[in-house]
């Protein structure tokens, strides 16, 4: 299965039902009054974290989803029935990003663990029917509501592996042969740079009581931080491990060794500074082989904690898992880089703006507004009518008073364009 670790979806919760206007039919009442009822609320989209899944690669087949509409009101003061909220599955450790129509990206969530749930988009409520708006002077109103048009956004989905040690290094150095020995994992081993093209995951086992995660990050070369090699898509995946193992490679030279160290830890400085700051655990590999072995003696004075190991006769292999444990249940849980903001400036729900486009129109936008023309059914005299009343106690009346409204002027909101009177 290919792994992927972003992807973009469109996302629309279920619009509310209608409610309707109907009036009481019973035998012995023949003056009765209204009776429509209102409409079901839409249904909401929800994301919800599961272990199942290990990839977005789904998303790559749908990208469109959508809530439930609900039903309209029926008679005898009944409800309409409310649409189905839809639950979508994604794997743990998906950070959610949420874009609303007119608004910059947003952080909405970590689902970083099984059942963790967020609403993305919200369904639209039911529209009242026309029972809500008899008064003593009105008693037989003749309209009712239309449902709420619902959320729509667009939700970008980023994948952050869940792992307790990242396997770090350059191409070729012995991280996969390592993660193969180390747990049950089979990710693609051969003699050249980029074997690993995707992070591969190993449970690995310490003690019958013991065991942590183990990512083995692809081969990171200069410029991974910028896109070079496909880097800025996996270093995201060691920003949630609590320690790293670099691995470097031991039939090199101590001069390239240094310098592949060097370049590793510059990469992961350039993506994000706290990274150089885990618990790392640097360690030489290929111990087999006679050269590596000098490069430890060589190495040790520059690096007390050095180890070696050798994924070929298991050499240094359980010490490393002993240390690694140790680091694990040390180190601090890792802060993500992307939080929600601090704070988060409300506009008032009954804000509105008011502009003149070049053919004279007054176009009012706002959400109140927007959602209370969408929800009004203008063939009504009797709901225009309450469109009007709220308008003006809104304060859209004297702001188009104010900015020179005359009688026959065109008004629009959204879609709904009428003439002021």
């Known amino acids: 299965m290919k792994f992927i670790d972003e992807v973009t ?9 209608d409610g309707i206007v109907a009036w009481r039919r019973e035998k012995y009442v023949p003056k009765g009054g209204p009776a429509g009822g209102d409409g079901g609320a839409g249904g909401s989209v929800y994301l919800e974290a ?22 309209a009101g029926g008679l005898s003061n009944k409800s309409g029935r409310s649409g189905a909220d839809l639950i979508v599955p994604v794997p743990v450790g998906t950070l959610v990003f949420r874009t609303m129509e007119g608004q910059s990206e947003a952080f909405l969530a970590d689902l970083d663990a099984p059942g963790a749930r967020v609403l993305v988009a919200k369904g639209g409520r039911g529209g009242l029917g026309n029972q809500h708006f008899a008064t003593a002077k009105r008693q037989a109103p003749q309209f009712a509501e239309k449902g709420e048009p619902a ?25 996969s042969t390592l993660l193969s020995v180390i747990s049950a994992a089979r990710p693609k081993i051969a003699d050249y740079p980029f074997t690993t093209i995707e992070p591969q995951l190993g449970v690995v086992r310490v003690s019958d009581e013991e065991s942590f995660v183990a990512v083995d990050v692809p081969g990171l070369i200069e410029g ?34 240094l310098y592949d160290k060097e370049i590793i830890e510059n990469e992961l400085r350039a993506w994000n500074p706290a990274l150089v700051e885990k618990p790392t655990l640097v360690v030489i590999s290929k111990l087999d082989l006679p050269d590596a072995r000098l490069r430890m003696e060589e190495l040790a004075s520059r690096f007390p904690d050095l180890r070696g190991i050798s994924a070929a006769t298991g050499a240094g292999i359980a010490d490393l898992l002993y240390a690694t444990a140790q680091t694990i249940r040390e180190a601090p849980l890792p802060a993500l880089a992307d939080q929600p903001p601090a704070h988060i400036e409300l506009v008032p729900k009954n804000a509105f703006e008011i502009e003149r486009d070049e ?12 959602r209370l023309a969408a929800m009004t059914n203008f063939e009504s005299d009797e709901g225009l009518a309450r469109f009007e009343r709220i308008l003006a106690k809104l304060g859209v009346e004297k702001r188009l008073r104010a900015m020179g ?15 002021y009177s």
């Not at 898509?233 to 101590?254: C, I, M, N, W, Y």
């Not at 053919?359 to 927007?370: D, L, M, P, Q, S």
């Not at 409204?405 to 003439?419: K, L, N, Q, Y």
């Open 9 to 17: 979806i469109a996302v629309a919760a279920g619009t509310g039902g």
């Open 359 to 370: 053919e004279g129109t007054f176009v009012i936008t706002g959400a109140r507004v927007e």
């Open 151 to 175: 959320e729509k956004c667009t939700v970008r989905l980023e994948l952050r592996l869940l792992a307790d040690a990242g396997i770090v290094g350059v191409p070729n150095a012995g991280k």
């Open 405 to 419: 409204a005359v009688d026959g002027d065109s008004v629009r909101i959204a879609d709904f364009e009428f003439t």
């Open 50 to 71: 599961t272990p199942e899944l290990s990839t977005l690669i789904e998303f790559r087949f749908k990208r469109q989803f959508q809530g439930e509409t609900g039903k």
């Open 224 to 257: 991974a931080h910028e896109g070079a090699g496909l880097g800025d898509q996996f270093l995201r995946h060691v920003e949630r491990t609590r320690a790293l193992v670099h691995v470097l490679d031991g039939a090199k030279s101590v001069d390239e060794i």
